[in-house]
């Protein structure tokens, strides 16, 4: 049964960057066609997705934040990590890491398996 | 404001079939792009309600049914359960600018 589990700061001033870790445990990370997600939601919003990795460390991210955005991977340790430069309130969220169904028809979706998520809050 | 367009909230009691609805446009629903949708209960983690238009993973009662038309999709649940107060995501892929992942603002459904 794969798990996944977020991990980092749970409170970031404004302007600096945001680092969050998922943890991926019952299966390796690179031992399929696996691409893993970032998503995120505002309390009482809706869900926002972020970006998506590789195995081989390729990425794709969300045009809006893009510019602020960098996904890697670290298959040594299992997993994946977010940073998210120059953060304001408007990124206090709690952040999802998921992974996308393997071997599907597309590798955009579906995410079939979610980390619990983490409260990240902007605020000085 | 979300690519793709759900109502905000639904109400239905139990044992009746309640329809949601996830509206998009000719670069994503439209464009062919598979439909999925998501439960989320309260403090908890999105899960995989849907995928492909109208597939449900292992688990999922099939009380739930997706379906999809043009630049539509929707998810049905018949006979309602107190346990399917909750809210409900639709996803799908846009293939404007670089092309992404979207959601639909999401609908949250009341058990009477």
């Known amino acids: 049964q794969v798990q996944l589990q977020e991990s980092g700061p749970g409170l970031v001033k404004p302007s600096q960057t945001l680092s969050l870790t998922c943890t991926v445990s019952?299966?390796?990370?690179?031992?399929?066609?696996?691409?893993w997600s970032w998503i995120r939601q505002p309390a009482g919003k809706g869900l926002e997705w972020i970006g998506r990795?590789?195995?081989?460390?390729?990425?794709n991210y969300n045009p809006s934040l893009k510019s602020r955005v960098t996904i890697s991977v670290d298959t040594s340790k299992n997993q994946f990590s977010l940073k998210l430069s120059s953060v304001t309130a408007a990124d206090t969220a709690v952040y999802y890491c998921?992974?996308?169904?393997?071997?599907?028809?597309?590798?955009?979706?579906?995410?079939?398996?979610w980390g619990q998520g983490t409260l990240v809050s902007v605020s000085s | 404001q979300s690519v793709l367009t759900q109502p905000p909230s639904l109400s239905g009691a139990p044992g009746q079939r309640v329809t949601i609805s996830c509206t998009g446009s000719?670069?994503?629903?439209?464009?062919?792009?598979?439909v999925q949708w998501y439960q989320q209960l309260p403090g908890t983690a999105p899960k995989l309600l849907i995928y492909?238009?109208?597939n449900r993973p292992s688990g999922v009662p099939d009380r739930f049914s997706g379906s999809k038309s043009g630049t539509s999709a929707s998810l049905a649940i018949t006979g309602l359960q107190a346990e399917d107060e909750a809210d409900y995501y639709c996803?799908?892929?846009?293939?404007?600018?670089?092309?992404?992942?979207?959601f639909g603002g999401g609908t949250k459904l009341t058990v009477l």
């Open positions: 998921a992974r996308v169904l393997p071997d599907y028809s597309s590798s955009w979706y579906p995410f079939d398996y």
């Open positions: 019952g299966g390796s990370i690179s031992s399929g066609n696996y691409y």
């Open positions: 990795i590789y195995t081989s460390g390729s990425t």
């Open positions: 000719s670069s994503n629903i439209g464009a062919g792009y598979d």
């Open positions: 492909g238009n109208i």
């Open positions: 996803q799908s892929y846009d293939s404007s600018l670089s092309g992404f992942v979207v």
